[in-house]
């Protein structure tokens, strides 16, 4: 029961600031499956929270009063970071509202047509000594994925702001400048459909992102072709000396 109040407690709070003259909040939205494989959250400081549960599921991490916390249907160990956490933005190179990213991975076992909602998924952004400065959320709507692929990092989806929304895009700039580069976020979120978890939200952006295989592949010709021009040269340069 405490659990159940603290979660509606930190909903009405989320609710009550965003009344109170804190900044206006921007929208999350679904932005596209990231990629097939290669997704997997693993153990990273810039989890931002794990959930399991059957039916629904629900938890979230905050640094409100400059203090790590943590609550709900979250998956042990509660007190690892590389499940739960709040990062600094400054660490995640979120600058830009446009470096805000989250990576969402379902772990569905009901097979490859197993799916989930996210009714609810909320950042809160902190101050590095821990004032509330606002959140965005997904107001337009819940984030429903019919199409699950079971297994952590097998389907990981991107959440975020529309890149088009310059509107919106403003609006989260307004947060990142009020929290600032110290400053830190947490999460809220609450999903139905869940078939046992665990379902993982993972900061990702300016420094976080997972490079694709087809983006690994480029980035080793690129570093081949520049030592082989290196090696062209050296040798043309004893040539003539």
């Known amino acids: ?29 679904s932005l596209g499956e990231a990629s097939a494989g290669g997704q997997g ?40 970071n590389s499940k739960h956490s709040t990062p600094q933005l400054g660490a995640l190179g979120w600058s830009s509202a446009s470096d805000v990213l989250v990576l ?13 909602t996210i009714d609810t998924i909320t950042l809160n952004f902190f101050t590095a000594g821990g004032d509330f400065v606002g959140s965005i959320t997904n107001d337009l709507g819940a984030l429903n994925y019919p199409t699950v692929q079971p297994g952590q990092g097998s389907a990981g989806f991107l959440i975020g702001v529309a890149p088009s929304d310059a509107i919106e895009l403003a609006a989260l700039q307004a947060l990142l400048n009020a ?33 694709e295989p087809s983006t690994w592949a480029m980035m080793i010709l690129g570093f081949a072709g520049v030592g082989f021009m290196a090696y062209r040269r050296r040798n043309s340069a004893m040539r003539t000396a």
């Not at 929290?179 to 979120?189: D, F, K, N, R, S």
């Open 104 to 116: 969402f991975n379902g772990n569905e076992g009901g097979g490859p047509n197993a799916g989930i």
């Open 41 to 80: 959250s693993g153990a990273t400081d810039f989890n931002l929270i794990t959930l399991q549960n059957a039916g629904t599921e629900a938890g979230f991490t905050s640094y409100l009063g400059g203090s790590f916390s943590s609550e709900g249907n979250l998956q042990d160990p509660v007190g690892d």
């Open 1 to 29: 029961m405490a659990k159940l109040n603290k979660l509606i407690a930190i909903v009405a709070f989320n609710v009550i600031a965003a009344t109170a003259g804190v900044p206006a909040h921007a929208s999350l939205v």
């Open 179 to 211: 929290a600032g580069q110290t400053g830190h976020v947490g999460i809220y979120a609450s999903l139905s459909g869940a078939d046992g978890g665990a379902e993982t939200f993972t900061a990702v952006g300016a420094v976080g992102a997972v490079p």
